[in-house]
């Protein structure tokens, strides 16, 4: 399971605890996420046409928590404390809910291709 959570993530859409759900089409920010044995860093990039990331300036440190079958990603930062479970990760999704009942699906982000031919 977490040999598939590295990488470049674009949010799908989040639903709300009351099912409310919001879909995103395009996003503009993507998630890189970095393993290194059991702590992460998310990292907010912005992609660019030229198929590079640039950094938004935003990092956030996580550590992993796997008991039994649950997989959670705990985050701590000088603002805020919180988890989210990783319900699902597969080579082209992931997604997570945290305490507040939010679910967040990702889709793995793949670079834009120009090419018309």
Request: glycine share 6%; proline share 2%; no cysteine.
């Amino acid at each position: 399971m977490l040999k598939n959570i590295p990488g470049y993530w674009e949010i799908e859409s989040v639903k709300n605890e009351d099912g409310a759900l919001k879909e995103f089409k395009i996003s503009t920010t993507i998630d890189f996420i970095e393993l290194n044995g059991n702590k992460g860093l998310r990292t907010k990039v912005n992609p660019q046409l030229d198929g590079t990331f640039k950094n938004n300036g935003t990092t956030e440190n996580f550590s992993i928590d796997k008991s039994g079958e649950k997989l959670v990603l705990n985050y701590d930062n000088t603002l805020d404390q919180w988890s989210e479970e990783v319900i699902e990760v597969t080579k082209t999704s992931l997604i997570v809910t945290n305490a507040a009942g939010k679910e967040y699906r990702y889709k793995r982000f793949e670079k834009f291709d120009f090419n018309l031919e």
